[in-house]
């Protein structure tokens, strides 16, 4: 599968110098991945909204903003002034998300909806239509670093032929634990977009990492 897109995830960055970190990835990646954490619906703090709109002005990345939050519809307004392009919301926060997700398209954002890895893709499928992109966690929400959980892959082979069969353009999206081993089979079970953190902010030459991992997917 041709044209995945890699989207590095800022939490694993340089919080000291966000700018530059950011520019070391600027012409290598497609989007940049934002994870909004409350502290509650999942066990760990990131950063908010200042934080979001201090890095825009230093970016033209598309903003893939993942909310894990108790709440994740809350801020809505405020994350679209921010800069964000897409926001992705937790079907285990929001069982019934058709009301989040038009209210997410009227202010003219994309939607998708996010699968912790022990929630069966059966709980978002009656609602997958609604969503620009589904993502599959393949790590425990709330940390950076972990390892790669390799009973995804049938979850993101499911979503992919769900999507296929009814026509759909749906991106499918796997989150965590991305790496040059994981990321061949991640894209072969299905996977358009990957988000990958420690494996390219955690190298000395991030934008070479995002290479390396393009051409890991190339040669499989």
């Given at each position: 599968m041709s044209g995945v897109k890699i989207a590095p995830s800022l939490?694993?960055?340089?919080f000291s110098r966000l700018a530059d970190?950011?520019?070391?990835?600027?012409e290598a990646a497609d989007w940049l991945h934002l994870d909004v954490m409350d502290g509650h619906f999942?066990?760990?703090?990131?950063?908010?909204?200042?934080?979001?709109?201090?890095?825009?002005?230093?970016?033209?990345?598309?903003?893939?903003?993942?909310?894990?939050?108790?709440?994740?519809?809350?801020?809505?307004?405020?994350?679209?002034?921010?800069?964000?392009?897409?926001?992705?919301?937790?079907?285990?926060?929001?069982p019934d998300p058709e009301g989040p997700a038009k209210r997410t398209r009227d202010i003219g954002l994309g939607f998708g909806l996010v699968l912790n890895p022990s929630t069966p893709f059966a709980g978002v499928a009656p609602f997958a239509e609604l969503c620009d992109v589904v993502v599959l966690m393949s790590v425990e929400p709330g940390h950076g670093g972990q390892e790669f959980i390799e009973t995804v892959l049938p979850k993101v082979e499911e979503a992919r032929?769900?999507?296929?069969?009814?026509?759909?353009?749906?991106d499918i999206q796997v989150d965590g634990g991305i790496t040059p081993e994981t990321a061949p089979r991640a894209v072969d079970a299905g996977a358009t977009v990957l988000v990958a953190g420690t494996s390219v902010f955690g190298a000395d030459d991030p934008?070479?990492?995002?290479?390396?991992?393009?051409?890991?997917?190339?040669?499989?």
């Open positions: 939490l694993a960055a340089d970190d950011i520019a070391r990835i600027e999942v066990p760990n703090l990131s950063f908010g909204i200042p934080v979001i709109e201090s890095i825009r002005e230093h970016t033209r990345l598309f903003f893939d903003c993942h909310v894990m939050t108790t709440n994740p519809d809350y801020f809505l307004d405020e994350l679209s002034g921010a800069g964000i392009d897409l926001i992705t919301m937790h079907i285990e926060a929001i032929e769900w999507v296929e069969n009814r026509g759909l353009a749906t934008a070479d990492s995002i290479a390396e991992l393009r051409r890991a997917i190339e040669s499989r």
